[in-house]
């Protein structure tokens, strides 16, 4: 069996078949049309038949305005009566213009079959005969999803017992984030500092960018020690910001103090 579950029957690769477009109402009435068959020995009883329509009483039109192939109706109407306000009967919209496609099946040994080609795609809406009842089935099916799902639930222990903490319980309840926030050291930027004078801090930060040329503004904060706001000035005067490219989300000298302090350096 595993030897022949490998190959693809083909036997009936050739056959034509109908491929539709199937919605969701449709195929719960034909699951439960084949769920109530009397015939138990019938695996597919007839759920549905498809009646074609063509007009022979159209008038003759001219050659040049005749189309290919004659104007067909196709129309479903299901087997199934007692299916409430679903539509009995559907029209079917065929497309020849679609993606070549070929349908195939799996048995329960796995045996792997191709059933035939597509020739024909459908799709499917409710007929007019019965434009009634489906909006009667919108209607429905709108007003279930409107519901809503919460309920309320009244407790038999209305005076909160099982809420409070039993007495000789409380020392076994696990130490929280409350005790763990208060052994937390402060942040560094919560530490109060004190401005330096302007020009002071500018000649620092000369000499600072000397040693490397890109900083970052958390490392000069934690070199200065000055507030970071008054950093944020004096670095948007003399420095540039890395948006992008390697040196991104730093500071570098502007071009006409990276000359002078190179001139400084010469002399």
């Not at 539509?87 to 329960?108: A, G, I, R, T």
């Not at 279930?144 to 222990?157: A, E, F, I």
Request: include cysteine; glycine fraction near 4%; charged fraction near 30%.
């Amino acid at each position: 069996m595993a030897e022949e579950a490998k190959y693809l029957e083909t036997a009936r690769a050739d056959r034509s078949v109908w491929l539709m477009k199937c919605p969701p109402v449709v195929s719960r009435a034909w699951q439960a049309a084949s769920a109530s068959s009397s015939d138990p020995a019938n695996a597919n009883p007839v759920v549905a038949k498809v009646v074609l329509s063509l007009d022979l009483l159209r008038p003759e039109e001219p050659p040049e305005e005749r189309p290919e192939e004659p104007t067909l109706q196709f129309k479903m109407e299901l087997a199934q009566t007692n299916t409430g306000n679903t539509p009995k009967s559907y029209s079917l919209n065929m497309f020849k213009d679609f993606v070549p496609m070929c349908v195939f099946s799996e048995s329960n040994q796995g045996k792997l079959s191709c059933e035939g080609k597509v020739e024909h795609k459908f799709d499917m809406e409710p007929h007019s005969d019965n434009l009634v009842n489906y909006g009667k089935l919108c209607r429905e099916r709108t007003q279930k999803y409107m519901v809503k799902s919460r309920q309320v639930q009244v407790l038999d222990n209305d005076h909160g017992m099982s809420m409070r903490p039993m007495p000789g319980l409380v020392g076994l309840i696990p130490s929280g984030s409350k005790e763990k926030k208060k052994q937390a050291p402060a942040k560094p930027s919560d530490v109060k500092r004190t401005r330096r004078d302007r020009t002071e801090m500018e000649n620092i930060i000369f000499k600072l960018f000397e040693r490397q040329p890109n900083w970052a503004l958390k490392a000069l904060v934690q070199e200065t020690d000055q507030p970071e706001q008054f950093l944020k000035e004096i670095l948007n005067d003399l420095c540039v910001y890395n948006k992008r490219g390697p040196n991104q989300g730093t500071h570098e000298l502007k071009p006409e103090y990276k000359k002078s302090t190179g001139d400084a350096d010469a002399a």
